[in-house]
């Protein structure tokens, strides 16, 4: 092995024997490729060090004194610092019953004395590669996590410092638009666009800080029942300026489900919106709604140009915008659709895209017809039966 390979695969590896001519023996044979070796001659000297300094491998001698080897394992393991460290247990005594002994207690690998000295070379470098890759892999998937966090963090600032000003902002575009008998066509046109825009904006603003309330449970939900088909018709009504001459086809069952109606309104919106943003101007959306063994399955169908299959495990995470739609989304959060996901999971659901019979893409939502009840849809209908009797 050259210089470059013992570098790259040089770690701290930590030699648990009570006789010292075995750590001797081990320790000359483990720095030929770079190691940092750390030894011990008993048991709790050996979790001392490791409470110190993490290990990359641990060779550990079964027959000592005191605590033996295989509860030094089991110790070793009872450390979540240690749980992802390799334990290699070194024996004289290879029989069936000493492995499964040091298998049980958290070993990763056995060897037997004598030992190999080119073999145990090549498994403490294995082991050493294992362990700093995992070391990496957590590192990276932490600062990932922090770095979402802090955005998470600086948005929901952002929005709750925009809420305010939003709000003036459009009552006094209301209030203009009320005295429009002073403006002339295209005065009202401009302030008609305003208007718009601002309440956009405003929903946005609303979306960031549900999608916030709804990863931390902060979103109790108001459980009630209602008509799907009338919900979905309401939908198609509030979005019929967005689909203009796009053909709007239904499939609905007369269902009756039990939800949050204006959290499922706003999904069934945002889906519905986002299909029509992905049709071609002439062309055909579809929305179906069956019951399938005790659930309610909605269908949002599209004729567009679709998602690629490998972003559509994403789509539904939060600042994700399909490539395959960037038409549809580009002036978009990235959060619509992780609204809906997160939604439709707070009311037991589940939600998936796939390919469209009309070569789009369809949004399939799974809803129980009755969602879990929480605590406080139950004091709400509890309430409604003690007015009823009243």
């Given at each position: 092995?050259?210089?470059?390979?013992?570098s790259?695969?040089?770690g701290?590896?930590?030699?648990?024997?009570?006789?010292p001519?075995?750590?001797?023996?081990?320790?000359?044979?483990?720095?030929?490729?770079?190691?940092?070796?750390?030894?011990?001659?008993?048991?709790?000297t050996a979790l001392d060090?490791?409470?110190?300094?993490?290990?990359?491998?641990v060779?550990?001698?079964v027959?000592m004194?005191g605590?033996d080897?295989i509860?030094?394992?089991r110790l070793?393991r009872q450390?979540?610092?240690l749980?992802?460290t390799?334990?290699l247990?070194?024996s004289?005594?290879?029989?069936?019953?000493s492995?499964?002994?040091?298998?049980?207690?958290?070993?990763?690998?056995?060897?037997?004395k004598p030992?190999d000295?080119?073999?145990?070379?090549?498994?403490v470098?294995?082991a050493?590669?294992?362990?700093?890759?995992?070391?990496?892999m957590?590192?990276?998937?932490?600062?990932?996590?922090?770095a979402?966090?802090m955005?998470?963090?600086?948005v929901h600032m952002a929005?709750?410092?925009?809420r305010?000003?939003?709000?003036?902002?459009?009552?006094?575009?209301?209030?203009?638009?009320i005295?429009?008998?002073?403006?002339?066509?295209e005065?009202?046109?401009?302030?008609v666009?305003?208007?718009?825009?601002?309440?956009r904006?405003?929903?946005?603003?609303?979306?960031?800080l549900?999608v916030n309330?709804?990863?931390?449970?902060?979103?109790?939900?108001?459980i009630?029942?209602?008509r799907?088909d009338?919900?979905i018709?309401?939908?198609?009504?509030?979005?019929?300026?967005?689909l203009?001459?796009r053909r709007?086809e239904r499939?609905?069952?007369p269902?009756r489900?039990?939800c949050?109606?204006?959290?499922?309104?706003r999904?069934?919106t945002n889906?519905i919106a986002?299909?029509a943003?992905?049709t071609r101007?002439?062309?055909?959306?579809?929305?179906?709604?069956?019951?399938?063994?005790?659930e309610?399955?909605?269908?949002?169908?599209?004729d567009?140009p679709g998602?690629?299959?490998e972003?559509?495990?994403r789509?539904?995470?939060?600042?994700?915008?399909?490539?395959?739609?960037?038409?549809?989304?580009?002036?978009?959060?990235g959060?619509?659709?992780?609204?809906?996901r997160l939604?439709?999971v707070?009311?037991g659901?589940?939600?998936?895209?796939h390919?469209?019979?009309l070569?789009?893409?369809?949004?399939?939502?799974?809803?129980?017809?009755?969602?879990p009840?929480p605590t406080t849809a139950?004091?709400?209908?509890?309430d409604?039966?003690?007015a009823?009797?009243r």
């Open positions: 092995m050259d210089q470059a390979q013992r790259s695969c040089a701290v590896v930590l030699v648990v024997d009570d006789e001519l075995n750590i001797e023996l081990l320790e000359g044979l483990l720095e030929v490729d770079g190691h940092d070796v750390l030894t011990a001659t008993d048991g709790p060090i490791c409470r110190a300094r993490i290990p990359d491998v060779l550990l001698d027959m004194p605590i080897g509860e030094t394992c070793m450390d979540p610092r749980a992802a390799p334990i247990v070194v004289a005594a290879a029989g069936r019953e492995r499964m002994r040091a298998i049980a207690a958290g070993a990763d690998d056995f060897v037997a030992i000295g080119g073999e145990m070379r090549l498994r470098r294995n050493v590669r294992y362990h700093q890759q995992h070391v990496q957590l590192a990276a998937r932490n600062a990932a996590a922090e979402e966090a955005r998470d963090a600086l929005v709750h410092d925009l305010s000003p939003l709000s003036s902002l459009l009552a006094n575009l209301e209030l203009l638009q005295t429009q008998a002073t403006l002339d066509e005065q009202l046109d401009m302030l666009d305003a208007r718009l825009a601002a309440t904006i405003h929903r946005m603003v609303d979306t960031v549900d309330r709804l990863e931390s449970g902060d979103v109790p939900l108001v009630v029942e209602q799907l009338a919900m018709e309401t939908v198609v009504q509030v979005l019929s300026g967005l203009g001459s709007m499939v609905v069952a269902l489900l039990a949050d109606a204006p959290m499922l309104e999904v069934l889906l986002n299909a943003q992905a101007p002439e062309g055909v959306l579809r929305v179906t709604a069956a019951e399938q063994v005790g309610v399955v909605i269908e949002i169908h599209d567009g998602v690629p299959p972003q559509r495990d789509i539904f995470d939060k600042y994700v915008q399909g490539e395959g739609r960037s038409v549809r989304r580009a002036a978009g959060s959060l619509g659709l992780a609204f809906c939604a439709t707070a009311h659901g589940r939600i998936s895209m390919d469209s019979p070569g789009g893409c369809c949004v399939r939502l799974i809803l129980p017809l009755r969602t009840l139950r004091a709400h209908e509890s409604r039966a003690d009823a009797e």
